[in-house]
Nanobody, 123 residues
Framework: QVQLVESGGGLVQAGGSLRLSCAAS????????MGWFRQAQGKERDFVSA????????YYADSVKGRFTISRDNAKSTVYLQMNSLKPEDTAVYYC????????????????WGQGTQVTVSS
């Protein structure tokens, strides 16, 4: 099973940008569909974005469409989430996840999860 480690979170003002990274190890990264999810305090974990093996198919939650961009570098076994025009409601712990099944917005599809990275957007 692949191990995932997120980084890049932090505190940013509304309108700012952050880039999250998720480094994978212990598996064949290019065989995994990758996803990003987030969980705000006291709320359920929500889908943010997903990407297929080659990065040619991407999906986004409506709430982040046009502001966030998912990408991957299979040579570096890393998936990224570029977050622009951040809003206070984007504040959450962000998790990356991996699955060999199919690209999905359903967290139950994913088998491996990182530990999460905190993103806080101040108004």
């Amino acid at each position: 099973q692949v191990q995932l480690v997120e980084s890049g979170g932090g505190l940013v003002q509304a309108g700012g940008s952050l880039r999250l990274s998720c480094a994978a190890s212990g598996g064949t990264f290019s065989s995994y569909y990758m996803g990003w999810f987030r969980q705000a305090q006291g709320k359920e974990r929500d889908f943010v974005s997903a990407i297929n093996w080659l990065g040619r198919s991407t999906y986004y939650a409506d709430s982040v469409k046009g502001r966030f961009t998912i990408s991957r570098d299979n040579a570096k076994s890393t998936v990224y989430l570029q977050m622009n025009s951040l809003k206070p409601e984007d504040t959450a712990v962000y998790y990356c996840a991996a699955t060999t099944k199919y690209i999905s917005s359903d967290s139950r599809t994913y088998d491996s999860w990182g530990q999460g990275t905190q993103v806080t957007v101040s108004s």
